[in-house]
Nanobody, 115 residues
Framework: QVQLVESGGGLVQAGGSLRLSCEAS????????MAWYRQAPGKQREITAR???????NYADSVKGRFTISRTNAKKTLYLEMNSLKPEDTAVYYC?????????WGKGTLVTVSS
């Protein structure tokens, strides 16, 4: 099993920055890729950014050029650097670990961007 704990959320003004972290523990050797998802109030959860074991990254169009996903070499920590934040970025951000089986999710961290 894999345990994921997100941190770094909070309240920030539009145009500001935040860095989210996701600490992974357990069978992290089984992780093939990791991703950040977000769920805004009243909306479905959507993928924000993803990084695989080869370091390849993908971003949602809405965050390209503003957000950067990265992992430590030990794959224990996933980051999401968020810049030029907008009120529409307000959401609960979740960390997801993709394994050869049911994926794992963290409990999320709330990001609120005020206008």
């Amino acid at each position: 099993q894999v345990q994921l704990v997100e941190s770094g959320g909070g309240l920030v003004q539009a145009g500001g920055s935040l860095r989210l972290s996701c600490e992974a523990s357990g069978n992290i050797a089984n992780i093939n890729a990791m991703a950040w998802y977000r769920q805004a109030p009243g909306k479905q959860r959507e993928i924000t950014a993803r990084i695989d074991n080869g370091g390849r990254t993908n971003y949602a169009d809405s965050v390209k050029g503003r957000f950067t996903i990265s992992r430590t070499n030990a794959k224990k920590t996933l980051y999401l650097e968020m810049n030029s934040l907008k009120p529409e970025d307000t959401a609960v951000y979740y960390c997801r670990a993709e394994v050869n089986g049911p994926d794992y999710w963290g409990k999320g961290t709330l990001v609120t961007v005020s206008s």
